[in-house]
């Protein structure tokens, strides 16, 4: 999944624009997980190993979460 597949889901899930569904319908968020991952792969020496990944064991919960909820929604609306 990239970033503006992972939109689209939560967009069409909750039927609403960007940054609908309190938000969790953005890009952003998604991205924010690719950076992390990037770092923690490639080792970036800008933030201590700890502080990557446990920002990228966060963006994976909330990416996830969000996700779970929306695919959660879409079946109970079918």
């Given at each position: 999944m990239d970033a503006m597949l992972?939109?689209?889901?939560?967009r069409m899930a909750y039927h609403c624009g960007?940054?609908?569904a309190g938000g969790k319908a953005e890009a952003?968020?998604?991205?924010?997980?690719?950076?992390?991952?990037?770092a923690v792969e490639?080792?970036?020496?800008?933030?201590?190993?700890?502080?990557?990944e446990y920002e990228y064991r966060?963006?994976?919960a909330t990416v996830?979460?969000?996700v779970a909820t929306a695919s959660t929604k879409?079946?109970?609306?079918f």
């Open positions: 992972y939109e689209y889901l939560v960007r940054g609908g952003d968020i998604y991205r924010k997980l690719e950076r992390a991952h990037n490639k080792k970036l020496p800008t933030r201590s190993m700890d502080d990557w966060s963006a994976a996830s979460g969000n879409v079946a109970n609306d």
